[in-house]
């Protein structure tokens, strides 16, 4: 499949530019002359890599380019700044902020195109070292925040899936619905106990044939058993 790659840069001749260049190249490209607008669109759609000038008009680079790598569900994306600016201060600065490359206008097609590579390859390095078989139909991918089952793409919330995330993380373990709680909000936990038994079932209803991992332990809390075919359990 096609790399999607997000463009944020405001001038739009450059804009439509990189554009056509990235979709000659092969990617699929989409282009926002807003920060607002990419990042209203980041959630349900993530791009594989994102290009982000650093003057834009609603919000500074820098400060995009802190939130999405502060953000554990956007953190995965590579980000290539791209900017006027020539100030070496200015490219320590983004790459301190987590940018994973940096160029600087005015730019060649061809340097712009070698860097989009070898960021993209580094980003497929550490996506393979991100994911967890739990049997060969069934995956989670760290990087996306994503379950694979059957192929298909499970539809979990966040919530959802960050459960899964601290279960599986160390299988056999029982965890209290309050350490569930605290891995998922920290201190800042406004929600009671119960709504881990609610997040749980929604979860178990999702991964379907293989709810059975996802076993209540009776008085203390939840944990996570991967079952073997020859086990032949089914709910727990
Ligand atoms: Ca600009």
Redesign the pocket.
């Given at each position: 499949m096609k790399e999607k790659i997000y463009i944020v840069?405001?001038?739009i001749d450059?804009l439509e530019l990189l554009c056509l260049n990235l979709e000659s190249a092969g990617y699929r490209a989409r282009g926002f002359d807003t920060a607002l607008s990419m990042l209203k669109r980041l959630d349900h759609d993530p791009p594989d890599l994102l290009i982000l000038?650093?003057?834009?008009?609603d919000m500074d680079?820098f400060e995009v380019c802190k939130k999405l790598k502060s953000e554990p569900e956007h953190a995965r994306i590579p980000i290539i700044m791209?900017?006027?600016r020539i100030d070496l201060e200015d490219k320590i600065k983004g790459l301190d902020y987590g940018a994973d490359d940096y160029i600087t206008k005015p730019f060649e097609n061809d340097e712009l195109q070698a860097r989009l590579r070898a960021v993209l390859r580094r980003a497929s390095w550490e996506a393979e070292k991100n994911v967890l078989q739990i049997s060969p139909d069934f995956k989670l991918d760290f990087n996306r925040f994503e379950a694979f089952l059957e192929q298909k793409r499970l539809d979990l919330t966040l919530t959802e899936f960050k459960i899964l995330q601290i279960l599986t993380k160390r299988p056999g373990w029982v965890f209290s619905r309050n350490q569930i709680l605290d891995l998922l909000w920290g201190t800042d936990k406004i929600v009671i106990e119960r709504t881990v038994d609610v997040h749980i079932k929604n979860l178990r209803d999702k991964i379907d044939k293989y709810s059975g991992m996802i076993k209540n332990v009776r008085g203390l809390g939840y944990k996570f058993e991967p079952i073997t075919e020859e086990d032949g359990e089914t709910h727990g």
């Open positions: 840069e405001d001038e450059i000038d650093l003057m834009l008009p680079g791209l900017t006027a």
